[in-house]
């Protein structure tokens, strides 16, 4: 590996588990000192202590907009300056039937983390990074946002409203040097996803027939930290082997076999 983000301090929330985990862990073998920030003090901090001096923890619910001040300025006390930050914690609201059943429950939450978490980090960090000469704001969407279908309607509606949020900063904080990025993963094996039979979700969805990992998430997340990205910003892009694009060719497929031996409906 190289040192892409040598010099570079980055704010990684959600960064206890999952894909937060493997970006924090990837940021920090590029060069970068990183502040893992999340609401399971047992695991960030677990994560932080292997990833050795390059890596703190600062115990933060990023729905709490003093607690996300404290982490903004507790990686600028730490570390000196703050150039990156990854908006990723979030939670599913976890209804997948009908929304005619849904009661709705857990929308104040899921919209307090997801949404406002991700709005209220991005401006705490741009505040900063507009006096100190600019910086990389990436915001986890999700699949959900882009492609319509049925369940999670309140996690659906949150992360949709992260890409109009995020697009639309992106214009604001351009002046300052600020770059405004969102990545939408899509059926990444983490805590989140545990309940998925994953290998029937990418049958039915995902033309790509490979498994994305944390590490696809990753290695997008260190792009768009990077100064590789610095003419990027307002991209919403999906790390989804192509889930957003289209339906895999093999259920096309299935549907023409289907057709042709007269069994389709
Ligand atoms: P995960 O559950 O492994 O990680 C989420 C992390 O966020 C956990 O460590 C959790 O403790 C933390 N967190 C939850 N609420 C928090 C809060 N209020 N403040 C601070 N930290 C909090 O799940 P993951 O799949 O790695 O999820 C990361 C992001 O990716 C989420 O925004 C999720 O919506 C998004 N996403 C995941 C998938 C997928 O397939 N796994 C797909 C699309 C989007």
Sequence with gaps: MGQELSGKVAIV?????????????????????????????????????????????????????????????????????????FNNAGISDGVFGSFLDDDLKNFQRVIAVNLFGVMVGSQRAARHMAKSGGGSIINTTSTAAIKPGRGVMTYRAAKAAVIQFSRSLAIDLAEHGIRVNCIAPG???????????????????????????????????????????????????????????????????????????????
Excluded at 194 to 217: E, K
């Design 13 to 85: 929330t959600g960064g206890a588990s999952g894909i937060g985990r493997a970006t924090a862990e990837l940021f920090a073998e590029e060069g970068a000192h990183v502040v893992i920030a999340d609401v399971d003090a047992a695991r960030g901090e677990d994560v932080a202590a292997k990833l050795g001096a390059a890596a703190a923890f600062k115990r933060t619910d990023v729905a709490n907009a003093e607690e996300v001040q404290e982490l903004v300025d507790f990686a600028v006390a730490r570390f000196g300056a703050l150039h990156v930050v």
């Design 187 to 265: 059926h990444i094996p983490t805590a989140m996803t545990t309940s998925y039979d994953m290998a029937r979700v990418i049958r039915l969805n995902q033309p790509l027939p490979r498994q994305g990992m944390p590490i696809d998430v990753a290695n997008a997340a260190l792009y768009l930290a990077s100064d590789r990205s610095a003419q990027v910003t307002g991209l919403v892009l999906p790390v989804d082997g192509g889930t957003t694009v289209g339906s895999p060719a093999s259920l096309l497929n299935e549907v023409m076999a289907a057709r042709a031996k007269g069994t389709a409906k």
